[in-house]
């Protein structure tokens, strides 16, 4: 092994929520893995995209934070030690010598491990955007609000008509100095309620209308909005652009997987058509799969238990009690 290898019985090409709990999963029945994630910190969309927002359909948990949940799936993988390759992507994915699967990552480093699992949700996320943005971007323009005490006492503009723009902006309302929605059509994506929340709490809402400009000195101070024929100026010294994002799977849809509309198809067991490589989580498809954060939960403990089982042939599919003190390292 070279400071230039990384070596682990299982390697987890995404760092998102059931990347994490396969991590656990995999850790639980005595093997080592590795987490490899082109994000710069565990959590995946979650962690990137809504960190703030609570999510209301986890198992045991009325609501948590996106950001609350990543930490505690970091957590509990942690009683393991996992390793973590963050802030590089997977390119290659390559039989091993011997057997098993070689990974490389960007920056020329290798891992090796004796399975392999996708866990990379729909794949690397690029936000959508508006032209105006760009010489503002990262100096008062963002995609997501990761903190929402860092807009305190500011004027605040969010773009966008579905549930992240809503749900920021009634999150925003009594942080912010000021929130203004603009969207580009008169009817909003995002739910109902949250809509007519957003219309009753002092959100200021501008309808069939589109930011055309930004303006400030080293960092945003004020937007341009054009309202028909008229435009109007807005104090801005935040702008989220809550526009969307295009996914791209990038060299994983080279690595040979059959695939169904972007997605890996998968058996019962979670198993690809490459042996000893696994998909979980918004990555695979079966029929009947249900898209949700749960759902990747159990895909990920089917998948490590099938594969515990391929590593080490003659052990038992049932992982054991996590109750049991010694269930940990059972097989």
């Not at 948590?64 to 009683?79: H, K, T």
């Not at 290798?110 to 996708?118: E, L, M, T």
Request: aromatic content about 6%; charged content about 20%; overall charge negative.
């Amino acid at each position: 092994m070279t400071d230039t290898e990384t070596s682990a019985d299982v390697a987890v090409v995404g760092a998102g929520p059931a990347g994490l709990y396969a991590a656990y999963c995999a850790g639980f029945r005595g093997l080592s893995s590795v987490l490899i994630d082109a994000l710069p910190e565990p959590g995946g969309q979650i962690a990137a995209l809504y960190p703030e927002k609570k999510i209301y359909d986890i198992a045991g948990h009325p609501a948590v934070r996106g950001r609350e949940l990543v930490d505690n799936l970091v957590a509990q993988a942690e009683a393991f030690r996992p390793a973590y390759l963050l802030g590089r992507a997977a390119v290659s994915l390559t039989p091993g010598q011997g057997g098993g699967w070689t990974i490389g990552i960007e920056g020329g480093r290798r891992v090796r491990a004796g399975a392999v699992v996708i866990a990379a949700g729909l794949g690397r996320a690029v936000p959508r955007t508006l032209p105006c943005l760009g010489p503002y971007q990262g100096l008062g323009v963002a995609h997501h609000v990761p903190r929402l005490d860092r807009h305190r006492d500011r004027d605040v503009v969010i773009v966008g008509g579905g549930d992240s723009a809503v749900d920021w902006a009634l999150a925003l309302v009594s942080i912010a100095r000021s929130v203004t929605v603009v969207h580009r059509r008169s009817a909003f994506r995002a739910h109902e309620h949250g809509v007519k929340q957003m219309y009753a709490c002092g959100i200021r809402v501008v309808t069939d209308a589109e930011v055309v400009a930004c303006r400030g000195a080293g960092h945003l101070e004020e937007v341009t909005v054009r309202v028909g024929e008229e435009q109007w100026e807005l104090p801005a010294q935040d702008l989220v652009a809550a526009l969307g994002y295009i996914t791209d799977l990038g060299p994983i849809a080279d690595w040979g997987f059959r695939m169904l509309h972007r997605q890996i198809v998968v058996d019962t067991a979670m198993r690809t058509n490459l042996p000893g490589v696994y998909a979980v989580g918004d990555m695979c498809s079966y029929e009947g799969r249900v898209p949700l954060i749960s759902v990747g939960f159990g895909e990920a403990a089917t998948a490590a238990n099938h594969l515990a089982v391929e590593l080490r042939p003659g052990s038992r599919l049932a992982p054991g009690h996590s109750t049991d003190i010694d269930g940990a390292l059972m097989s």
